[in-house]
């Protein structure tokens, strides 16, 4: 008798196994791979998932088993090397292989939809358009606007270039196609063309960057991983530029990965002013079509790079030869929910298994990084200065103890800030901190306006009139009177950007103010637009938020300003020293770009800590080289590993009596050195309305904690408790809380 043929299938649900289904009558076994995108049945409805294997054996009886609905694909749309990295990705962290596999593919694509490659529409000036004065348009604010981003751009515009640029462009590119200033055209994007690949003549490097692109280049076509350390303002995009360059004449693709959307639009600029090749864009900003097509492009080779954040990093690509990571130190590569990957490590994988380089990038490298550089795992690239003639900016510590201070501004900043803007140069100041205020208290009787959901304060949102948490995103209005006493008065505590925003505005009346934080840069487009304004020269003080800290080049900003460095001083994290050195020196590279040399003030009450001081006087080295002794002794990561276990419900009983029931589990398997710390409350014990608890795992030895947690997790699978509770696995998690 034949036995039938078993499709083991993985489907996206939080489900640690494959599923069994009867293969259809008649399949052709030479015709279908692992990776086809099936349709199957599941509980009372369908669902899209991937074949994986195919068997003639099952733990179920053949009669228990439903037959697939359909085969959606003709063949597999992810290579096989391509799958064999989400296979292992769904290992190394410990999640569900469906779930793993379905953040590859784009939303239609995961709902099961057909694969159609769609043309966009491209815009560019007509002749008449190039010749027609930019001023005819000044009756007309938004067509003026768009013609100004026509005539500023060097080549053509599509759709997905103007939706990036802003959300609302078509009305007036459609009246510009009615003057005739515009034109359109639906064009089939063709793979780029090898022997036309630059635009625009490399620039002239410096010995140090013509070494790093030099040791790049000699090992284009095997595995290396580089670790390009460049200060603020050294030059480290030009290094990318002409190593992509090496890789397209070899016909190859490569894939560039930002932290942040915010960074996209410019870097993208740059490369299309450099190559006259398609250029794809991956990032959340994007509608799901743009992203189907980008992804489509990538994976048949019509486009020669994809500058994306960190989910891009599984696009299916057809001749990969290079993969950049920008800000390599940057945690948003680290993905905080759901599938917890690190999108920094698993590039490092893709490239060993595709026998590429890789290049990771950052003025403030992690201290992982460091580390496998020490162990000879890493080759390191220096770029110890400035390029052209910009010289490194002073440091200087702004002891603010005992002094008058007018919302957040010393009196000597204000001098400072005076000075700058006199000489027509422009002023960054940095708070981490958005909204009005951190905390509404009542001058009465001490009432704080906390989150009924979260254990967190209500912060001030002066603009809006509103109270808002900014961890579960519950809001309410700004309240008049003290609902404790009910005649106190109710008084702003702390300092948020929109707070210090008013402040500048009755200090510095004659200038103009850009706040840039996640709050004013909400509108599509309306971030690229501040940064024209600032571009231009037409704003005088730049306020913002972390945003402000990676990658923008602001040649006029003579001046930064880090109104509270104390603040990231003293946290129950061990990251923590690590973060905020990052920040401070990523901040200051904001200062003196240019031919202007720089000044970089941070105001502090703590002069004398020893973070500072190593920052200001002996570099990001040095202080990484201290926290790496440090580390070492208290054997923490790299010198150890880490897998942190997330609980919470409703119910505050519920975790408790999970944990109870793991512990048992967790002495029968712990039989090497993993060493469990917790359960404990987490950091913020309720959030969202759930009671949080956590439980970190930690060994000397990778391997040993894997099996470790192979383990647990079946055992996880098996607990009553598990199903009253939502539990999650983070390994190599870069915040504990």
């Known amino acids: 008798m034949v036995k039938p043929l078993i499709f083991k299938v993985a489907l996206p649900v939080p489900i640690y196994r494959l599923f069994d289904y009867l293969a259809p009558e008649g399949i052709n076994l030479d015709m279908i791979k692992p990776g086809v995108r099936l349709e199957v ?91 027609t004065d930019n001023h005819t348009l000044k009756r007309s604010p938004k067509q003026q606007s768009v013609f100004d981003k026509f005539q500023s751009s060097t080549h053509y515009l599509s759709d997905t270039d103007l939706s990036a640029w802003n959300n609302n462009w078509r009305p007036a590119v459609n ?23 630059i635009r625009n003549t490399p620039l002239i490097c410096n010995p140090q960057q013509q070494q790093a692109i030099d040791s790049v280049y000699n090992t284009l076509g095997q595995f290396s991983v580089f670790l390009l350390e460049g200060v603020t303002g050294s030059g480290k995009t030009e290094v990318y ?38 250029i794809a864009l991956s990032h959340s900003k994007l509608t799901d079509k743009q992203r189907q097509i980008a ?14 954040t960190r989910s891009a990093l599984f696009t299916p690509i057809k001749k990969l030869g290079l993969i950049i990571l920008d ?40 201290l992982e990084s460091l580390y496998n550089v020490e162990k000879q795992r890493y080759q390191l690239l220096h770029l110890p200065e400035r390029a052209g003639s910009a010289l490194a900016p002073v440091l200087q510590l702004m002891d603010i103890r005992n002094k008058r201070i007018q919302e957040g501004l010393s009196e ?17 100041l940095f708070l981490n901190r958005r909204g009005f205020a951190p905390t509404l208290i009542c001058h009465s009787c001490g009432w704080v306006a906390r989150c009924q959901r979260c254990d967190a304060n209500m912060v001030i949102h002066f ?14 209005a700004l309240l008049k009177q003290c609902p404790a006493c009910k005649a106190g008065e109710l008084i702003p505590l702390g300092l948020g950007t929109e707070r210090v925003e008013k402040a500048l505005a009755e200090l510095f009346k004659d200038k103009v103010t850009v706040r840039l934080d996640r709050d004013s840069t909400q509108g599509k487009g309306s971030l690229e637009n501040y940064l024209e304004q600032i571009n231009a020269g037409h704003v005088d003080i730049i306020l913002g938020t972390q945003m402000l800290a990676k990658g923008h080049h602001f040649p006029n900003v003579t001046l ?31 200062a003196g770009r240019a031919e202007k040399p720089g000044k970089v003030i941070m105001q502090t009450r703590q002069p004398d800590h020893p973070l500072l001081v190593t920052l200001i006087q002996e570099g990001y080295r040095s202080f990484a080289k201290s926290a790496l002794q440090e580390r070492k002794a208290a054997a923490l990561p790299p010198f150890s590993y880490q897998a942190l276990l997330r609980v919470q419900a409703v119910d505050i009983k519920m975790p408790q009596l999970f944990f109870k029931a793991l512990s048992t589990l967790i002495e029968k398997h712990n039989t090497g050195q993993t060493q469990v710390l917790g359960p404990i409350f987490a950091p913020m014990a309720r959030r969202a309305g759930l009671y949080r608890y956590q439980m970190l795992f930690q060994n000397p030895r990778r391997q040993e904690l894997h099996v470790f947690l192979d383990e647990l997790i079946i055992e996880i699978s098996k607990l009553k408790q598990a199903k009253k509770v939502r539990w999650s696995l983070d390994v190599d998690p870069v915040d504990l809380y």
């Open 241 to 278: 530029l002409q190593i992509i360059q090496a890789v397209l004449e070899r016909g190859q693709q490569v894939l560039i990965l930002v932290p942040e959307i915010t960074l996209t639009p410019q870097l993208e600029e740059r490369f299309k002013q450099r190559f006259a090749v398609n």
């Open 560 to 590: 930064v300003a880090i109104l509270d460095v104390d603040n990231g001083l003293f946290s129950i994290d061990f990251h923590a020293a690590e973060k905020l050195a990052q920040m401070i020196v990523q901040v200051s590279g904001r």
């Open 295 to 308: 992804w489509l492009q990538m994976q048949q080779g019509v486009c020669s790079i994809m500058l994306g």
């Open 463 to 476: 603009d809006a009139a509103h109270l808002k948490c900014h961890h579960c995103g519950q809001e309410q």
């Open 412 to 428: 000597a900043l204000i001098a400072e800030i005076h000075k700058t803007l006199a000489k027509q140069e422009q002023v960054l």
């Open 41 to 131: 049945p599941f509980g009372k409805g369908k669902k899209t998932g991937f074949l994986i294997e195919i068997s003639t054996h099952s733990d179920l009886s053949t009669d228990k088993l439903k037959p697939v609905l359909r085969i959606l694909d003709d063949k597999s749309l992810l290579s096989a090397k391509e799958l064999r990295l989400l296979q292992w990705a769904s290992h190394y962290y410990h999640h569900p292989l469906g779930e793993v596999i379905s953040a590859a593919f784009p939303t239609a694509l995961r709902q099961g939809k057909a694969l159609a490659v769609k043309s966009e529409k491209r815009y560019t000036l007509t002749e008449l358009g190039q010749t």
């Open 175 to 197: 009246e510009l196609i009615t003057k005739g200033l515009i034109k359109a055209e639906l064009t089939e994007t063709k793979p780029s063309n090898p022997k036309a690949i």
């Open 327 to 366: 800000e390599e130190h940057d945690t948003s590569f680290k993905q905080q929910e759901g599938f917890r990957f690190s999108a920094r490590d698993i590039a490092i994988v893709r490239a060993k298994q595709l026998l590429i380089p890789v290049v990771l990038g950052s003025a403030t490298p992690s």
